[in-house]
């Protein structure tokens, strides 16, 4: 079994999104998908208990971090879902060890039961972020193109705690960054340009595709994938015209995301160090 963390220190930026998107492709390509949602809000738990394509677990989420033999029914496809007991295990610190291993025990005792497990966290960086973090294969990052979220990036590589830098070091490190996924992409200059500067800055941990230089993988801002959210749909399966486009659009990403982790290796070799002023050609968004 893959285990991929998505991973954002910053809220509402389309994460939960791109898990259920993710979730359900892997589906589409036959394999056995655990969905696990650490984040007590509950938006990667909501769609995929509306779609009732997957077998919600009787066991919350916050129970395999707590317990020591969390037991899940026998599917191809199981929903951990989030419960509200996950927002108080950061005020648990004398147990932070217990959950980081308890969690690490029940992935590895699904090890042959599943293909893939998705992890959604919450944007806090506390122990649910460390536990999925520690346990994990690699993590994806989504992030938005505005500067809140490129300033978030140094966050993500470099806070102290649960930074992947000091999780791959310390404790995890077989641990692979993905690389950022941008989301909610628009077609205007500001957008544009904002891309630009994390071309520049980070282009080392962004998602690659094609032959050309410069093409990284992106999702647009399309009405359908928020109202396939909302209603527990499919996006590929919906029958607006705008959603099977939208669909064509973000395809690309998925597939590029699943081939990484499926092939349990990052998807580029470079040093995660920001770089400026390189030419990097032409920026596909």
């Avoid at 395999?64 to 950061?90: C, H, K, N, R, Y």
């Avoid at 071309?199 to 230089?213: A, D, E, N, R, S």
């Avoid at 396939?228 to 996006?235: D, F, M, N, S, T």
């Amino acid at each position: 079994m893959k285990t991929l963390v998505l991973a954002n220190q910053k809220g509402g930026v389309g994460k939960s999104a791109v898990a259920t998107l993710l979730a359900y492709y892997f589906r589409k390509l036959g394999c056995r998908v655990l969905a696990i949602d650490l984040d007590h809000q509950g938006n990667f738990s909501d769609p995929l208990r509306k779609s009732q394509r997957a077998v919600v677990a009787e066991v919350p989420a916050s129970a395999l971090l707590t317990q020591t033999s969390p037991v899940i029914p026998p599917a191809d496809f199981v929903l951990v879902a989030a419960d509200q007991g996950l927002s108080g295990l950061e005020r648990q610190p004398s147990l932070h060890n217990d959950f980081a291993n308890n969690l690490r025990a029940f992935l590895k005792s699904m090890d042959d039961r599943f293909d893939v497990c998705l992890i959604d966290t919450n944007p806090n960086p506390d122990i649910r972020m460390i536990a999925g973090l520690v346990s994990a294969d690699c993590v994806l990052s989504p992030i938005q193109l505005n500067q809140e979220a490129l300033d978030g990036v140094h966050a993500l590589l470099n806070h102290p705690r649960v930074g992947v830098r000091k999780i791959k070091t310390m404790l995890n490190p077989k641990l692979h960054l993905i690389g950022l996924l941008p989301v909610m992409v628009e077609a205007n200059p500001f957008q544009r340009e904002n891309f630009l500067q994390l071309v520049q800055k980070f282009h080392p941990i962004l998602i690659p595709y094609g032959t050309k230089p410069g093409q990284y993988a992106s999702m647009p801002r399309r009405s359908a994938v928020a109202e396939a959210q909302a209603e527990g749909l499919v996006l590929w399966e919906m029958k607006k015209t705008a959603a099977r486009d939208a669909w064509r659009e973000i395809e690309v990403a998925m597939v590029v995301v699943a081939k990484a982790v499926l092939d349990g290796a990052p998807t580029q070799t470079s040093p995660i160090t920001p770089i400026n002023g390189a030419d990097h050609g032409p920026v596909a968004g």
